[in-house]
């Protein structure tokens, strides 16, 4: 299987991942609450790929290296100045070089700083409980080197094994396999992750933690205080997980048990493999955000198992996610329900592309991320969507589901445990179509515009067409508002209007009226008073909601806003609602305000993006 060692450079790493590759990477750590760090060492098995190799060069963030050693023997080291937000090479010299093909272990013995952007340690106060601390990570794209030095590139495919001793309860993206007592009131928790994964799926949560089993490979996980409602809210988890088997190949992760964060996750979901991390605010009591559990379970194949090679591809992971997670959705619900997901995809779409603007490179599907570019700047419902599409047009143009689902399979089972670029992908589709279909099919992908669709900053050039039969409803109420505009008379409006609509159809709808220009505000105080919207728990209807009001300037739900803005950190909402308030006529002030009042509430990465955002970086 050669093609592991495909020479794919990275220009996200510092690392010299195409003289040495790294094969398992062992942790042991100590996690402390007082310190705020997790202190302890790495050993890294490592073979040269190519001859005469004399230094490793690892990437690491702010970490406080003490030793390096090789069979017991200290190595030098030297660490360089940051290179941007890519951080810091670390140079370890070898005591000789050594040919290709030989194996050694590296340990490095260090710490982690406050500057670690990879973790976020929370108060008592900032949990549910209010009773004990909790720490959480997210590595996802470059901040794994902020926790261990490794080659933390997605071309490099590595297993894990980790020992974290701690005074709370630990999980990782791994199985455990045993804890034992460590004295002083301290637990060592071990774990072992079989199957290759990259570097930015290393996970841990740490806190006061309980597991509710839902399923025969599933449990979530929470603070106690929400454990039950958690439980309810995932249940259907496994049916998705056996209809993604059933669509591609047999589940290989073992467990997929699922970590309700604290409320600063900055994320929907990560698919971290063996434990997916999930934002509290799908907990809404209504089973209407499982869609994201559809995403993370697409994951384990499309990114954890199949991974872009390094982030300039990173829609081969998020494309194809949403891709399948919405097969997974047609599948278990019909090909409407996967129509009225692409329309609001579409619509996400739209708002990323608008906020870059047209031409901007982060709107191209293979974004150039040489010269030290932070992925995190790039990120965008871009690779999500924009991905999804060109797949879906691809899917039409071979004549359907029929055609295009065993190729799904096919991909999966050719790219598994590799990391590839688009080039891999585009060759591989070809030659798939050719064997199973013959030249008449190679003619009718000839027609795709493949440079366009990659290479071309801003919207799709091709209509997708979605069937809008589940949307038709929203748009016509959508409608019948924007024509009232001028109206004092509301009496055709009622609350039945909305009484049948789901959540989901509750957003398409506002959506469709946040591309309307901004609603006179006696018309939002109606809608408001028939449909009760500010009173609405779910997160992404109240998000849609506010995000309306604000374009319209509408004060009376300006600290509605910065009431939903501090209960939660998911940049989801934070960011727009944040730009949002900060444009809004007399908002600016109480945006700013507002985040540095609680910028220690978010995690650093959310918080360094709104900071942007709001001119304070």
Not at 543 to 555: G, H, N, T
């Amino acid at each position: 299987m050669c093609h592991h060692h495909h020479r794919h450079g990275d220009p996200s790493s510092l690392a010299n991942i195409n003289d040495v590759r790294t094969t398992h990477i062992h942790l042991d750590w100590k996690i402390s609450f007082a310190k705020r760090n997790i202190e302890g060492y790495v050993l890294l098995d490592l073979v040269a790929i190519a001859g005469n190799v004399d230094k490793v060069i690892l990437d690491t963030n702010f970490l406080c290296i003490s030793a390096v050693t090789l069979d017991e023997q200290p190595l030098k080291f030297t660490v360089a100045e940051r290179y941007g937000d890519l951080g810091s090479a670390l140079t370890i010299e070898l005591p000789a070089s050594v040919p290709e093909g030989t194996k050694f272990k590296l340990r490095i013995d260090y710490a982690t700083t406050e500057k670690c952007s990879a973790i976020q340690f929370l108060e008592p106060e900032q949990t549910l409980g209010k009773k004990h601390p909790y720490l959480f990570s997210q590595c996802e794209p470059i901040h794994a080197r902020s926790f261990v030095p490794c080659q933390d590139s997605p071309g490099v495919k590595v297993t894990y094994s980790a020992a974290v001793t701690s005074p709370l309860r630990v999980l990782m993206s791994a199985l455990q396999t045993k804890e034992e007592d460590a004295g002083d009131g301290l637990t060592t928790y071990h774990f072992m992750q079989k199957t290759t994964m990259p570097s930015y799926l290393i996970a841990i949560a740490v806190g006061n933690l309980e597991g509710r089993e839902i399923g025969p490979r599933t449990t979530v996980w929470c603070e106690p205080e929400m454990v039950e409602a958690a439980a309810w809210e995932f249940e259907p988890t496994e049916s998705f997980i056996a209809t993604g088997e059933k669509l591609l190949t047999p589940y290989e992760w073992g467990r997929y048990d699922i970590l309700v964060l604290p409320p600063s996750f900055p994320y929907g979901g990560m698919e971290n493999p063996c434990l997916t991390f999930v934002t509290p605010t799908l907990v809404n009591g209504d089973r209407s955000a499982v869609d994201v559990i559809a995403h993370e379970i697409a994951h384990s194949w499309m990114g954890n198992l199949v991974t872009t090679a390094n982030w300039q591809h990173f829609w081969l992971n998020e494309g194809w996610t949403v891709f399948v997670e919405r097969k997974i959705i047609s599948h278990l619900r019909g090909e409407l329900e996967r129509q009225f997901s692409a329309i609001i995809g579409w619509k996400a779409l739209k708002e990323s592309v608008k906020l870059f603007g047209d031409n901007s490179p982060a709107t191209v599907l293979n974004p150039d991320l040489t010269g030290g570019v932070n992925p995190d700047d790039y990120f965008s419902s871009v690779p999500y969507e924009k991905g999804f599409n060109f797949l879906y047009h691809i899917e039409k143009t071979v004549g359907g589901p029929s055609v295009f689902e065993p190729y799904m399979k096919a991909h999966v089972e050719r790219f598994a445990s590799t990391s590839i670029t688009t080039s891999d992908w585009k060759n591989f589709l070809f030659e798939y179509m050719e064997k199973h279909h013959g030249q008449a099919m190679v003619d009718k992908l000839n027609t795709i515009d493949f440079d366009a669709w990659t290479k071309v900053p801003g919207m799709p050039l091709v209509d997708p067409a979605f069937d809008t039969t589940m949307a038709d409803q929203c748009y016509a109420l959508a409608q019948r508002w924007d024509e009232a505009r001028g109206s004092t008379e509301f009496s055709t409006f009622a609350p039945g209007d909305v009484e049948t609509f789901t959540a989901t159809q509750k957003i398409v709808f506002l959506e469709r009226l946040a591309d309307c220009e901004p609603l006179p505000h006696s018309l939002l105080a109606k809608m408001d008073e028939l449909y009760q919207l500010t009173a609405i728990r779910n997160s992404d209807v109240r998000f849609r909601w506010q995000q309306l009001c604000l374009q319209a300037s509408y004060e009376p739900i300006y600290h509605h806003t910065v009431e939903f803005v501090t209960q939660q950190g998911r940049m989801k909402f934070v960011r727009p609602l944040y730009r949002l308030l900060y444009k809004a006529e007399g908002g600016a002030e109480l945006a700013r305000e507002t985040f540095m009042k609680h910028k220690s509430f978010y995690h650093p990465i959310a918080a360094a993006l709104v900071q942007k955002d709001l001119g304070l970086a």
